[in-house]
């Protein structure tokens, strides 16, 4: 399986969104008291809010036209304290992979383009 990383565009929303909510059911099963099942976890407007912002990347896997997998990035900036030296450094703030391809080296591939 080749595995393309590339930056998500606009018209990524509804692949990654299936993404998103394949796990959000997993959680809601899992933790009922906690989380819910809903038909769109992510709002399109949160995520095209991402697509905007410079400090923020959506990476998509895909295998050929097919999004398999998606990672949130963020770059952040260490605190200005005198005790650390200053450095940018990357946040995942959410990441997954389609349930039919996880072991795939997806989520390897994912993270290594995150870093």
Do not use: W
């Not at 099942?37 to 095209?48: A, C, D, L, W």
């Not at 400090?55 to 997998?69: F, P, R, Y």
């Amino acid at each position: 399986m080749k595995i393309n990383v590339v930056s998500a565009k606009g018209e990524d929303f509804n692949a990654v969104n299936v993404i998103v909510k394949e796990g959000q059911d997993q959680h809601a099963e899992a933790l009922p008291k906690i989380f819910k099942k809903v038909e769109q976890v992510m709002p399109e407007s949160y995520f095209q809010q991402l697509l905007a912002e410079s400090n923020c990347d959506i990476l998509i896997a895909k295998e050929n036209q097919t999004v398999i997998g998606f990672a949130v990035v963020e770059i952040k900036k260490s605190p200005a304290f005198e005790s650390m030296v200053e450095r940018k450094y990357a946040y995942i703030n959410d990441f997954g992979v389609k349930s039919n391809y996880k072991r795939g080296g997806v989520g390897t591939a994912l993270f290594n383009a995150c870093v």
